[in-house]
């Protein structure tokens, strides 16, 4: 029996001890779209705070940032399906202009483009890695990304058949690696990107970069899994 989603975009927001954060992300998600926070561990209340400000909160009990994100694209039903960070460098009332090509078609998955408003918004080593991931990605695939950010959209049906398997750091990448070997229109656009509340758990120091940077290579390794393909032709990024 096919399920109809009252909602028409759900938007995945992996948490672990984001309370202090939470007020400001959960109150900036579009009107009629449904967060749902995946509790990937937090002792700070934060999944009985997300509750209280209206979001669904689900627990996903096996750490990792893919393992979050994957429970929430399961627990989702909208067809579409956002994703973003719960720490409030992101801010969700951007995710319409992110969501929208997928909305009318013209894209089949676009990703937010960082654009740090400060500083001390995006560390260096950071960003000087993320740099050498898409640039290997754009080598590998010819999607002229620029960003693997967290901020994206897309079909969740189509999400789920691409079978991806990483439950670390390297989900996202694998995202695109694998939307980009089954012929996806893959596209990004720009949104601010701000110092988050709390101290990351990957980017804030370099032991953190590090192993997502291991978790990324791993993925890149990999060879090209065969997915269902979508009959469409890749976009070009947003320069």
Known sequence: ??????????????????????????????PGWRAIVVDNGSTDGSPDLARDLGAYAIHKPRRGFGAACHAGLTAATADVVCFCDGDASLDPGFLPTVAGPVLDGTADLVLGRRRPTSRGAWPVHARLANLELARRVRRRTGVRVHDLGPMRAARREALLALGL????????????????????????????YRPRTGRSKVTGTWRGTWQAVRDMSAVLAERPAPVPARGARLAGGVR
């Open 1 to 30: 029996m096919i399920k109809i989603s009252p909602f028409p975009v759900d938007i995945v927001l992996p948490c672990l001890d984001e309370a202090e954060a939470l007020p400001y992300v959960l109150e900036r998600i579009p």
């Open 165 to 192: 398997t990483d439950r670390r750091s390297g989900y996202p990448l694998q995202m695109v690696l694998r939307a980009a070997n089954a012929g996806w229109r893959v596209t990004e656009t720009d949104v601010p």
